[in-house]
């Protein structure tokens, strides 16, 4: 009896002893096994095998890329301007055994070391270029952690400003400033299209003006050619006329007589406007009435003889005398000039009777 119980107490000793001398490790985590309290070894992910009762695991270390977000911290621009910024870090343990010895609390430091060199960036910017300046500031945290991480065995991979809240005095005098902006800029956009539009407004009434004063220049060519056009035939018109009236003259051979009949005949046209109210006798008036009256006297003589000598002989005389209407014209008797004052004037031929 006693012996078995002494073999189930070893029995159950030796499972104990290969519980604790076997070591599963997950995939991404690591193991620090400190022995007689100091650092042994570092147990990778998979089956370890440690002595028991000698070897004990400090610590499970993550291996992962871990994100932490640190609370709001007040910070100083160079303006003497408060400012809250946010911080998210990412970060990644690359040596266990450094993150366990180096340092007590890693996330704790870095936080710490974030705030300071946070400070120290941003106090060198004034608000506006810390507000628009966060690739930068980014890049300059990151470049500080990692350097001082680095012998923690810690590898900072990013760092993010979540945010950044300025004071709300300022927050409502930016507001200010940006609403005033906005309206400056739609200002100036209205303002350069109601320019636009009244320079091509201007270059429309000005291209119009010019169309307008082309149109109205050929238009007055088009009438001064036409005009010059009708002016020319109708000169040739009348220059035919002319030439057909000069030559129609010159067949037919008038007389003095003839001519001077004519003449009285135009005085009353030339006398007949309203506008004539006084009617100056030309010189050559005299000269005329003698070749009428030598005209009338030649064809009463004819007349006369007509009857005294059937014959013809006194026609011939009277043709003789025609001929020669200077020398006709003294036998013009009074009644023939008379006749011809009372009977209408020199516009219309006298009525000749016949006084045989």
Known sequence: MTSLVVTLILVALVGVILWRSVRIVPQAKSDIVERFGRYHRTLNAGLNVVLPFVDRVRTEIDLREQVVTFPPQPVITQDNLMVSIDTVIYFQVTDG???????????????????????????????????????????ELRVVLDEATGRWGIRVNRVELKA?????????????QMRADRDKRAEILEAEGSKQSAILTAEGEKQ???LRARGAAEAEVLQAKASAEAQAVRARGEADAIAMVFKA?????????????????????????????????????GRALEGIGGF???????????????????????GAADRN??????AVEGPVVDDLTDRGGYGRPPVLEDKS
Do not use: C
Request: charged share 20%.
């Open 97 to 139: 055994k450094a993150a366990t010895y180096e340092v007590a609390n890693f996330i704790v430091a870095i936080e710490q070391l974030t705030v300071t060199t946070l400070r120290n960036v941003v106090g060198g910017m004034d608000l506006e270029q810390t507000l628009t300046s966060r690739e930068e500031i980014n890049r």
């Open 249 to 285: 003259i010159h067949d037919g051979n008038p007389d003095d007589k003839l001519l001077a009949y004519q003449y009285l005949q135009t005085l009353p046209k030339i006398a007949s406007g309203d506008a004539n109210k006084v009617w100056i006798v030309p010189s050559e008036m």
């Open 164 to 176: 950044i809240e300025p004071p709300p005095s300022i927050q409502d005098a930016m507001e200010k």
């Open 296 to 318: 009338f006297g030649s064809v009463r003589e004819a007349a006369a003889s007509g009857g005294a000598s059937p014959n013809g002989s006194a026609p011939a005389a009277s």
């Open 325 to 330: 209407g200077a020398a006709a014209a003294p």
């Open 208 to 210: 119009a003006a010019v």
